[in-house]
């Protein structure tokens, strides 16, 4: 897969090449290219924004400069690609985007910083390739840099070979819709607190059980949303006794 990311703040994807994802693009499995938009400007201030049409707050980034970049980043590589546009206005970016992106040949991030990018980019863009405009949640930040981290950092770990152990990623919280449980590991007791016996037991259908239950625990108080959302059959009479 090949990744290509479009910013103001290059600096700010430096974390792509560390620990596993930098492994990932060193074994070949992605290939990563960061772009600085300022280098399809034209003016001596690089100006990348202008104020908006209709007034309000803040400035919106210039079309001219993101066709620029975006149609020369396209052209770089024959493969199809996916427009990826981090946006508050987006739609959730959900792990089912994460497995879908997985499968693309190539994904283009833009970044935008201000408020944003001039509406007719995307629009121009979705005549000729698939576009979304996606949200990583539902609180507001500064530009769309951390928003792809997240983004590249959940499908690249959806790629073969790119995790140690690939069961991590079968066994994601929400793949079987619901959160995790928690987890232990030595010592036996910590701080006077033990791990719980059924799991030092050997019995891996009562593990197994009891797994199952701190898991619907926690979804009920944490995301009652995820059990709403599962389909009928997904609980059976154990799950519905607790
Ligand atoms: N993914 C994601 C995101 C983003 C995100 C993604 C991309 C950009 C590009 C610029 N910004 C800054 C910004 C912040 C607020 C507004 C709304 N306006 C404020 C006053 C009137 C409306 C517009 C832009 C971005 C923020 N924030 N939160 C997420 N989950």
Known sequence: MRIDVVTIFPGYLAPLREALLGRAIGSGLLDVAVHDLRDWTHDVHQAVDDSPYGGGPGMV????????????????????????????????????DAHAYAAEER????????????QRVVDHYADALPVDEISIGDYVLVGGEVAVLVVVEAVARLLPGVLGNPRSAAEDSFSDGLLEGPSYT??????????????????HGAIARWRRDRALER???????LLAALPPDALDKKDRAL
Do not use: H, K
């Not at 994904?107 to 001039?118: K, M, N, Q, T």
């Not at 007791?189 to 059924?198: I, K, Q």
């Not at 979804?219 to 949303?225: E, H, I, K, S, Y």
């Open 186 to 203: 030595r010592p036996e007791v910590w701080r006077d607190r033990p791990v719980p016996d059924v799991l030092r037991s050997g019995n």
């Open 107 to 118: 994904l283009v991030f833009a970044c935008g910083r201000y408020e944003g990018i001039d």
């Open 61 to 96: 980034m210039r079309p001219q400069v993101w066709g620029d970049a975006l149609d020369a980043v396209l052209a770089a590589d024959e493969r199809p690609a996916r427009l990826v546009v981090p946006t508050p206005a987006g739609r959730p970016f959900t792990q089912a």
């Open 219 to 225: 979804t009920v108080a944490r995301r009652p949303d």
